[in-house]
T-cell receptor, first 115, second 115 residues
Framework: GAGVSQSPRYKVAKRGQDVALRCDPI?????LFWYQQALGQGPEFLTY????????KSGLPSDRFFAERPEGSVSTLKIQRTQQEDSAVYLC?????????????FGEGSRLTVL | AQSVTQLGSHVSVSEGALVLLRCNYS??????LFWYVQYPNQGLQLLLK??????LVKGINGFEAEFKKSETSFHLTKPSAHMSDAAEYFC?????????????FGAGTRLAVHP
């Protein structure tokens, strides 16, 4: 597709379950970001990939959060043993270059609700 | 460290009235600044950006913003609000570190437009 695609759009998990969220960036985009957006808040940076290399994971809130992009295209954000505070919209964004002005193209997000 | 403050979490205007959404930033270097819009259940869409050059920036849907270094501000305006402008608006500053740019977002301002 022409834009950033994320799946699933909605996910309900019981506390303690593992979840995996997928992001398909725009074809050819080198940079890929994950953001977490809690209800009523702005997006918060989680992690950054340049091709397959994870260059920055400083925003991951705990070691239960893990992200990968093994072939430099599709990325997966995995959350283990989900907690209620993990409930949020997870946004993926991509850009063509790493060293750019910061303009990002966002997907529609995956809304995670942990019961 | 870069940060963004958006004054007013909710703004309500009448259709046809001026829209003014406030954003102040903190940055130790000349910033790149952005406004993104988020419609319900959608990802973020770029409205406009300031990198270098002219301080008055025009974006999509009739929006514009002016970079004022002396005031560390980047307020978003539109002369005449339309019902379709109702959405959440996020101001962001670009942080360059480790060879790439990442966006730091404000908490957002929800714009309501009433007849």
């Amino acid at each position: 597709g022409a834009g950033v695609s994320q799946s699933p759009r909605y996910k309900v998990a019981k506390r303690g379950q593992d979840v995996a969220l997928r992001c398909d960036p725009i074809s050819g985009h080198v940079s890929l970001f994950w953001y977490q957006q809690a209800l009523g808040q702005g997006p918060e940076f989680l992690t950054y990939f340049q091709n397959e290399a994870q260059l920055d994971k400083s925003g991951l809130p705990s070691d239960r959060f893990f992200a990968e992009r093994p072939e430099g295209s599709v990325s997966t954000l995995k959350i283990q043993r989900t907690q209620q505070e993990d409930s949020a919209v997870y946004l993926c964004a991509s850009s063509f270059r790493g060293r750019n002005t910061g303009e990002l193209f966002f997907g529609e997000g995956s809304r995670l609700t942990v019961l | 460290a870069q940060s963004v403050t958006q004054l007013g979490s909710h703004v309500s205007v009448s259709e046809g009235a001026l829209v003014l959404l406030r954003c102040n930033y903190s940055s130790s270097v000349p910033p790149y600044l952005f406004w993104y819009v988020q419609y319900p259940n959608q990802g973020l869409q770029l409205l406009l950006k300031y990198t270098t050059g002219a301080t008055l920036v025009k974006g999509i849907n009739g929006f514009e913003a002016e970079f004022k270094k002396s005031e560390t501000s980047f307020h978003l305006t539109k002369p005449s609000a339309h019902m379709s402008d109702a959405a959440e608006y996020f101001c962001a500053v670009s942080l360059f570190s480790g060879g790439y740019n990442k966006l730091i977002f404000g908490a957002g301002t929800r714009l309501a437009v009433h007849p």
